[in-house]
């Protein structure tokens, strides 16, 4: 039994033993978990630690690029809107007038002013305001002349740079500072100095601007070389117009006078033709004088017969109309009248070919007939080719009608035309006719008579130069100039003995 105890207390002892055994393992156990536990948190909190503070470095880092890419932003702005000012087509007070909007708000200025000075001293201008983001451009005629005082205008000298200076109060007793002033000058044309100023009531200013505005500053500089030299040029244009317009108004006098003294040369003939006409029509009249004296002494003899007989019978009637021979009479006076209308025609053609060969004309060039031109200048030179001379006009209504001035038309084809008659002296044919191609009308004139030698050709247009004793040798050179105006070519073929052939291609009007 005893035994049996003994046995019996030393498995409680044994089990208790292994039972605190197991409570220490589970002991350790959780003192290693809980040890695990805290270097996993110290771990964790350091790890935070190393993001937060990361994540605070980035902040700053996006802060810092945000404040930078805003300020490349704004300078970007700046000198893209002053560029396109520069650039654009604003006459150049407006383009300065603009860059000290954009100069004024990119530098954070209260107030920015334009100047211009002339020997050193102010002048008026078109801005004599101040400009403010909130005003826009307003009087501040105090500020102003304040702003004036503290600028150099004394100095003359163009500087590249962008200064900075302080500005005072001007006072007899002291000087109060009022801020920073931001100017720079540049040269105007005439001598005179523009100046740009810009006013802060803060003491510090950003350095970083200058880079941007010395390319401002360059900008305009160029700005305003182009648009003198724009006004320089305009001026220029202006004077060649004007002696342009002098040039043409020389060329039409010239082309007048020329054309004067054609019809001086031609006056002679030109009186003959119309002196031919006017000496039959004045004969013709001279016979119907005489057949009204033949119907008054018809009347007579019928009143009388009437007196005395007091009716007239129609044998007296007849003896009486026989005695006048009243048949001939009405038959020639028919032809007489329609001679006369002829040759009353013929001197009105003659007298509105004048008209329109005298007149100066006008500068717009409008739808005329060559076939017209033609006709119209051997009415007038046509008593040169009379007696001695052919003339065989072969011109067509087919002749398409050209853009042109009739008058002037005239004048050239007169001029080749007394040409030909002077080269056949002794007597030949002038032909004349047309052909086409494509859109082009070529007139030929051609002479029988002496010809021209290729020198003589290369002569021909130039001024002054004739072959003739008389004459000043402008009609060539001016018909030339006249066919110029009308976009036309004109060729010549000569031989000696052979004749003479002038081409002369206008383009069609449409």
């Known amino acids: 039994m005893k035994k049996h105890l003994e046995t019996q207390m030393g498995k409680l002892v044994l089990s208790e033993f292994k039972s605190v055994e197991e409570l220490q393992k589970r002991i350790a156990l959780l003192e290693r978990k809980a040890e695990r536990e805290k270097k996993a948190r110290n771990i964790a909190e350091n790890q935070l630690e190393r993001y937060s503070l990361e994540i605070y470095q980035t902040n700053q880092s996006l802060k810092s690029a945000l404040a930078y890419s805003t300020k490349i932003r704004s300078e970007l702005e700046y ?28 530098c954070a ?3 920015g002013f334009y100047f211009v000075t002339e020997y050193a001293l ?76 810009f006013w802060s009531q803060m003491e510090l200013i950003d350095e970083d601007i200058f880079p941007v505005l010395a390319t401002a500053r360059d900008n305009l500089t160029s700005g305003i070389q182009k648009r003198l030299t724009d006004e320089r040029i305009l001026r220029r244009n202006i004077q060649l117009q004007n002696l342009v317009n002098d040039l043409e108004k020389a060329q ?28 039959f029509i004045r004969s013709n009249m001279e016979v119907f004088k005489e057949y009204l004296k033949d119907y008054k002494s018809l009347h007579d003899d019928i009143k009388s017969e009437l007196v005395k007989h007091k009716n007239l019978g129609m044998t007296s009637f007849t003896a009486i109309c026989d005695k006048f021979d009243l048949t001939y009479i009405d038959e020639d006076s028919a032809a007489l009248l329609i001679a006369n209308i002829k040759g009353l025609d013929r001197v009105r053609d003659i007298v509105e070919d004048l008209k329109s060969f005298s007149h100066a004309g ?149």
């Open 362 to 510: 006008d500068p717009k060039l409008i739808k005329v007939s060559l076939n017209k031109c033609v006709d119209a200048a051997l009415r007038i030179a046509g008593n040169v080719f009379k007696y001695e001379h052919q003339v065989s006009n072969r011109m067509t209504g087919s002749c398409p009608l050209v853009l042109g001035d009739l008058g002037q038309l005239q004048q050239v084809f007169m001029n080749i035309f007394t040409n030909a008659a002077y080269a056949m002296r002794g007597g030949g044919k002038l032909s004349i006719w047309h052909t086409q191609d494509n859109q082009t009308v070529t007139i030929h004139i051609e002479d029988t008579g002496c010809g021209i030698n290729e020198e003589t050709i290369t002569k021909l247009f130039t001024p002054f130069f004739t072959t003739k004793p008389f004459g000043i040798g402008l009609g060539l050179s001016v018909s030339y100039v006249i066919l110029e105006a009308h976009s036309a070519q004109v060729t010549v073929d000569s031989e000696i003995g052979l004749g003479t052939t002038f081409h002369i291609s206008f383009p069609v009007s449409i």
């Open 122 to 197: 102010e002048i008026g201008d078109t801005f004599n305001k101040a400009w403010s983001k909130e005003l826009g451009w307003h009087c501040q005629s105090g500020l102003q002349r304040l702003i004036g005082d503290n600028l150099p205008f004394s100095k003359t000298d163009i500087v590249d740079p962008w200064f900075v200076s302080v500005a005072n109060e001007v006072n007899h007793h002291y000087l109060k500072p009022l801020g920073y002033i931001l100017y720079l000058n540049f040269a105007l044309s005439g001598g005179k100095t523009g100046w740009l100023a």
């Open 252 to 279: 039409r006098q010239l082309i007048q006078s020329e054309k004067m003294a054609s019809l001086g040369q031609l006056s002679a003939s030109v009186a003959h033709e119309i002196n031919n006409p006017i000496t």
């Open 79 to 106: 000198l893209g809107k002053s560029s396109m000012s520069i650039a654009s087509e604003l006459t150049l007070n407006e383009m300065i007038g603009k860059l000290v909007e954009l100069t004024c708000e990119y």
């Open 109 to 111: 200025a209260e107030y």
